[in-house]
């Protein structure tokens, strides 16, 4: 295991320990954890194409939230981040058939990492919320604020997957 | 490589450039995805041997399977443009 995976290991146990009770947001972590295992064992084989399997297991995951999210914060803020990894290894993938500009490994790996960070402060932090069940709606300030945005992203979610529609 | 395996890569990379694209631009009902990925394996299929040619890649299996998927991503998108294109032109009842 390098420093990168045991980082991720320890930000998904720390995450976990703030949402401890909140198994929707464990299960979230469980499956961040599960999508960088694969994408690294297949990286680890050498065979080609690696950043293109991490796209389709961070696509992966995006369909499972997509599917099964409830809450706002888990479409909004959790799936974006997903896609961001997606793009990310899209881009990589593109440089390297030539499509697009060369993008540096360093800099690829670097902006997965910041992703990953993302999203576990964002499963810790909205897995604490929703555990708190803060939800004094009377003492929610009248004007626009970042605090009535992380209300707002702990309500249901608006829009249902297409084949409920 | 014989037809059927041809074709067989064509429609799984196809399949796969499909399902990255729904990622960015999940459609807004069963018809709607039924429609974008037929169209996109479709096109995934028919115009990759095009698309590599274009982009000048050497013919290998890894370029086959990235020209269809790169044409089904694609694909998916224009078809979701042709859609809003007619709609926005279909007169009001």
């Not at chain 1, 690294?40 to 995006?62: K, N, R």
């Not at chain 1, 009377?138 to 604020?145: E, F, G």
Request: glycine share 8%.
């Amino acid at each position: 295991m390098s420093i990168f995976q045991l980082a991720l290991l320890g930000g998904g146990v720390i995450a976990a320990f703030f949402a401890w009770g909140n198994w929707r947001a464990i299960g979230w972590i469980v499956a961040l954890l599960i999508d960088h295992a694969v994408s690294v064992a297949y990286w680890d084989t050498g065979l080609p194409y690696a950043e293109l399997v991490a796209g389709l297991c961070d696509a992966s995951v995006c369909l499972v939230i997509y599917a099964l999210a409830r809450a706002e914060w888990e479409i909004k803020v959790l799936y974006r981040l997903f896609q961001g990894m997606v793009l990310v290894n899209m881009l990589y993938l593109a440089g390297n058939l030539d499509i697009a500009p060369k993008i540096d490994h360093v800099v690829y790996s670097s902006l997965l990492e910041v992703i990953n960070v993302l999203i576990l402060l964002s499963i810790g932090g909205f897995g604490r919320l929703e555990r708190i069940e803060n939800r004094d709606v009377v003492s929610v300030p009248a004007r626009p604020s970042l605090y009535r945005t992380f209300v707002a992203l702990r309500e249901r979610r608006k829009k249902a997957p297409f084949w409920e529609v | 490589m014989d037809f059927l395996s041809a074709i067989g890569i064509k429609l799984a990379s196809s399949f796969l450039g499909a399902v990255m694209a729904l990622v960015f631009q999940p459609p807004k009902n069963n018809a709607d995805f039924w429609t974008r990925l037929g169209f996109s394996i479709l096109a995934g299929i028919l115009f990759s041997d095009p698309v590599r040619d274009w982009l000048k890649w050497p013919v290998t299996t890894e370029n086959n399977m990235a020209a269809a998927g790169l044409t089904a991503l694609l694909s998916w998108w224009l078809m979701g443009a042709v859609v809003r294109v007619v709609g926005a032109w279909k007169p009001k009842e």
